[in-house]
């Protein structure tokens, strides 16, 4: 097997930091309208929150559009393909090996960025919260056409029940996703990949000889 060496590799292009980015902004403001909206704060009066809240849903629906048809028309799908492989090593890291010094069991590679344990919850989030967050959503936003159907309120009910706990599963993963920036490296070296493009990543020789001649300003000296 040809021994890997660690390089600095542009993994995450400008889009998919455009992406990251502005989906965490709009994500914010929607948890913060949401809360507002549910009587946990009254910082932003009910008629504007509702406003704020629908753009912001709409906004990021239309992200997630093109950020669906940019990942499987770049390939870059694959990095959110779950593996079983290592999955257990990177669990107990999570859970005690991080509070004992350990290193982290999962080195990034140039076909996996993500290590099992990210990419099962990645694909989890986009299977199945994201769309239930945005489905009930547009059904709850588009009440009007279905109300004179029979029980359109206690539907109304189900449907805004199930929003509110897909709403707080995110809020949660948020929290976790956070909370996991400040453990291990320090915050920043964390960050500074999702701002600058490059992150450490395992290469193999015949990888590095590939982006040294095809796609050099992808790989720092």
Same mark, same amino acid.
């Given at each position: 097997? $040809?021994?890997?060496?660690?390089? %600095?590799?542009?993994?995450?292009?400008?889009?998919?930091?455009?992406?990251?980015? +502005?989906?965490?902004?709009?994500?914010? *403001?929607?948890?913060?309208? /949401?809360? /507002?909206?549910?009587?946990?704060?009254?910082?932003?009066?009910?008629?504007?929150?509702?406003?704020?809240?629908? #753009?912001?849903?709409?906004?990021?629906?239309?992200?997630?559009?093109? =950020? #669906?048809?940019?990942?499987?028309? +770049? /390939?870059?799908? *694959?990095?959110? *393909?779950?593996?079983?492989?290592?999955?257990?090593?990177?669990? %107990?890291?999570?859970?005690?090996? #991080?509070? %004992?010094?350990?290193?982290?069991?999962?080195? %990034?590679?140039?076909?996996?960025?993500?290590?099992?344990?990210?990419?099962?919850?990645?694909?989890?989030?986009?299977?199945?919260?994201?769309?239930?967050?945005?489905? $009930?959503?547009?059904?709850?936003? &588009?009440?009007?056409?279905?109300? &004179?159907?029979?029980? =359109? $309120?206690?539907?109304?009910?189900? *449907?805004?029940?199930?929003?509110?706990?897909?709403?707080?599963?995110?809020?949660?993963?948020?929290?976790?996703?956070?909370?996991?920036?400040?453990?291990?490296?320090?915050?920043?070296?964390?960050?500074?990949?999702? #701002?600058?493009?490059?992150?450490?990543?395992?290469? +193999?020789?015949?990888?590095?000889?590939?982006?040294?001649?095809?796609?050099?300003?992808?790989?720092?000296?």
């Amino acid at each position: 097997m $040809s021994e890997l060496t660690e390089r %600095k590799v542009k993994v995450y292009p400008r889009f998919e930091r455009f992406w990251h980015w +502005t989906q965490m902004a709009l994500i914010f *403001v929607l948890l913060f309208t /949401g809360l /507002g909206l549910n009587g946990l704060h009254g910082l932003v009066p009910f008629g504007p929150a509702v406003m704020l809240h629908t #753009i912001a849903a709409l906004a990021l629906i239309v992200l997630w559009v093109f =950020a #669906i048809f940019w990942h499987f028309t +770049t /390939g870059t799908w *694959v990095h959110y *393909v779950p593996s079983t492989k290592g999955l257990w090593q990177v669990a %107990k890291f999570y859970t005690y090996g #991080i509070f %004992k010094g350990e290193h982290h069991p999962y080195r %990034k590679a140039y076909w996996r960025k993500h290590n099992p344990l990210q990419a099962l919850t990645y694909l989890a989030l986009k299977l199945i919260l994201f769309p239930a967050i945005w489905i $009930s959503g547009l059904i709850y936003l &588009t009440y009007n056409f279905w109300e &004179t159907t029979p029980d =359109a $309120s206690f539907w109304l009910q189900v *449907v805004a029940n199930l929003h509110i706990l897909a709403a707080y599963a995110i809020a949660a993963f948020v929290v976790a996703h956070v909370y996991l920036l400040t453990v291990g490296h320090s915050f920043r070296e964390h960050v500074r990949p999702m #701002i600058t493009g490059y992150d450490t990543v395992a290469l +193999t020789p015949e990888e590095v000889a590939y982006l040294e001649a095809d796609e050099p300003a992808r790989i720092k000296p």
